[in-house]
């Protein structure tokens, strides 16, 4: 791509981005010292030379390593003289041979050769953007947007760590976040602050992807709302983004208030505020204790994004946006899975397949962004025709490869849901198992939480078992 | 040392580019032209014999 010209020096910006001497140098220290080929290769591509020259040398280099030849100046000569794309190939060869003083400028000149590429990386981007905008190339704003952000996210994340570490490296990250932990700076993963959950998964850890299934009014919804305001509470105050691809914002901001309307009862243990009052008219204490609870839910890092049908193509670039804008966002919840909009060209594709792409690609989303997301799911009417009605692995089967992809699958189970007379004569109404069907960094089993449905909020209390 | 290094680094490189230009004037094919350049590359490991051997035939176009 052509760069366009620097006014005041009159270079282009791919020329002002040049270090055609460390070019040189590394060139000439890759056919003197050879043994350092493998260190170049892993970092270092033909297209990091901006020198086409330079770019033809080092892929003869490449090419000879790959070949298990011998590199030399003879040999590169050889070989590039059958190519005949370099006419003054003895010259540009000559140059290398005094182009260095000592191979301990192989690194320095590696770093500078990848920071000037990724700088004109990002040069490239805007560019191409500013090249979409003033042309209008693109159909329609939102469309704009989400190419805009995927080129710079591509811009600027050819540079990152290195693909393969040594073990010194990760044990070095492992100790920093260890010790972290034992002064209490750092919790293992993000804890949604009901007890119970968190002994089970000591908190949601970052690139993880977990799945939060159950049958319709289960309390998926509510319990991932829960979660997003006590991540969002002080002292944490950990941004979170919600996508709701069902319900819109209004109706999460009052489950919102609802849920948190829950702490405050009369002495006989009655609501202050029930949902009845809420969604009627309330009195003036009423509307004091609302007012109140509206002012603490005001200030939390929330976002909401409410646009029905999305495709993971809109919900990627919508999260990045919200990432480059609060990037200490720390939990993404995708409500719910079967609403995500399928790409375009998958009409003729198994259903299944479909879906495990997408949740493949969100699994990939939540390692781009380095922090978990929450995916909501329905779960398929299997469960109903069995007699235990506690939802099992299979019943995600209709879902593409939730069980491969996820790193966490949750199930929620009422027995309330199916035996309502039963709960109410027991005294369980309410009773969720929360089902922990895989972790992959944690054990598998259940806990228990308490769903005040009418509030739309779950509580941390023991189910009452015979006997107790 | 480095600089001797160089310096026949450079020599060999000239070497190769009189040989191509022999080779593109169609004095020596394309078999010969692999032939002096390998053993102009391996020189340091080359007896004045195994020189003379590879080399001495095309004298005679210097």
Known sequence: MSMTNNLSTGLTSEQALADIESERRLLGILIKHPNYVDAAVERLRAEHFVDPIHRKIYQAILDLYTLGGRISYTQLFNRLRKDGSIPSLEKALLELTEAFVSPAEFEPSLDILIEKHAKRAILQAAEEIQRMVLLDTVENLSALQAKAQELIFQATSQSGEEDVKDLMTVLNKCYVQLVERKEGRKPYGLPVRFPAIDVMTTGFKKKDLIILAARPSMGKTSLALNFAVNVAKPPRNVPVLIFSLEMDDEQIGDRLVLSELFRYRNRDGSPVVSPMDYSTRLDDEQFAKTQGVFNELFNLPIYICDKRGLSVTEIRAKARKVKAEAPDLGLIIIDYLQLIKPPPNSGNRNHALVVGDIVRELRDLAGELDLPIILLSQLNRGVEQRENKRPVMSDLRDSGNIEEFADVIMFLYREDYYYPEKARAEGTEGYTEVIFAKQRKGPTGSCYIRFAKEFTRFIEESPRREGE | ?62
Do not use: W
């Open chain 2, 1 to 62: 040392m480095s600089q001797l290094y160089e310096e026949a680094e450079r020599l060999k490189i000239r070497f190769a580019a009189a040989y191509s230009k022999l080779h593109q004037q169609g004095l020596i094919t394309d078999e010969e032209l692999d032939d002096i350049l390998d053993a102009i590359d391996r020189i340091d490991e080359l007896s004045t014999e195994e020189l003379e051997q590879r080399l001495g035939r095309f004298k005679r176009l210097a």
